[in-house]
């Protein structure tokens, strides 16, 4: 099955002015996070050459692992123009794509340099699959990951779409660690008991403090500070750990990375 074979794409048939895009970054889910943070039109919308040529509507999709690629909308071109050598376009996202977005996924085939194509051509590409609504990523490990506090919130909020992270994460205590990536500052926490991480880290996601002194009032003074967040695992304990050995891990990070006196840490 490819694109064209999809209902959702069925006005662009006999299309043959429409482009399909293939952004990639070096940067680990830079363009996702642009996407999802509403600063993604900004970056594709200028261009070093004439990326759009003559076409008057944009498929988008971002580059995932080898030669695989997730959908993320549909643009329609209203203007562009050249300026200094550089293009400038300015576009409308189309809507009744939503239950595509961040799902499809397809295989762009060997041509990945080649990331501007015609859909009438090499860009009516072959579906490789398609991901639970609000699927947030493949779940990596334990120690292979950060989550920004948009992906968590859902994630928490979806976890039939996300069955592996809530399995895994439901079955192990743990140490966690929470950066400000505005301030820098950290905070170290822990989680145990029934549900372990999953849990714990459910109470950030719907509060976005998860009741940590230090953390409620930084969200008091700046409101929107918690999508700065980003949470990850620094170790990973047997459900069966006593609570004291949990904590006495979690005091000694603490220590390690000075999170009483610089960081979020009130205790």
């Known amino acids: 099955m490819r694109l064209l074979d999809l209902a959702y794409f069925a006005d662009f048939q006999n299309c043959k002015n429409t482009k399909v895009l293939r952004h990639k970054d070096r940067r680990k889910d830079y363009l996702l996070k642009m996407k999802k943070n509403g600063n993604f039109e900004e970056y594709q919308n200028r261009q070093s050459w004439d990326v759009f040529g003559s076409a008057k509507t944009i498929i988008s999709f971002i580059s995932l692992k ?3 690629s997730m959908f993320i909308g549909v643009w329609d071109v209203l ?6 050598g550089r293009w400038y376009y300015k576009t409308i996202e189309r ?5 595509l977005k961040y799902s499809l996924i397809v295989e762009w085939g060997g041509g990945t340099r080649s990331w501007a194509q015609w859909l009438h051509s090499k860009g009516n590409k ?14 990596p490990g334990f120690y292979d990951f ?11 909020s979806n976890p039939d779409s996300n069955r592996e ?4 994460l439901s079955s192990v205590s743990g140490v966690y660690l929470i950066l400000n990536k505005r301030t820098g500052q950290q905070y170290v926490g822990s989680a145990y008991g029934k549900g372990g991480i999953w849990q714990r880290w459910t109470s ?7 009741g940590n002194k230090l953390l409620m009032e930084l969200i008091e003074s700046e409101p929107e500070d918690y999508q700065n967040f980003q949470i990850s695992i620094m170790r990973v304990m047997e459900p069966s750990c006593q609570k004291d050995e949990v904590i006495g891990y979690e005091s000694l990070l603490k220590i390690k990375l000075g999170t009483r006196t610089f960081g979020l840490n009130a205790n």
């Open 66 to 68: 080898d030669k695989f």
């Open 79 to 84: 203007t562009k123009e050249e300026c200094d």
């Open 95 to 99: 809507s009744g794509f939503d239950d």
């Open 126 to 139: 072959t579906i490789s699959e398609l991901l639970p609504q609000n699927y947030v990523m493949e779940f």
């Open 146 to 156: 950060t989550l920004n506090f948009y992906d968590l919130q859902m994630m928490i």
């Open 165 to 168: 992270w809530h399995r895994m």
């Open 204 to 210: 950030y996601a719907k509060s976005n403090h998860g």
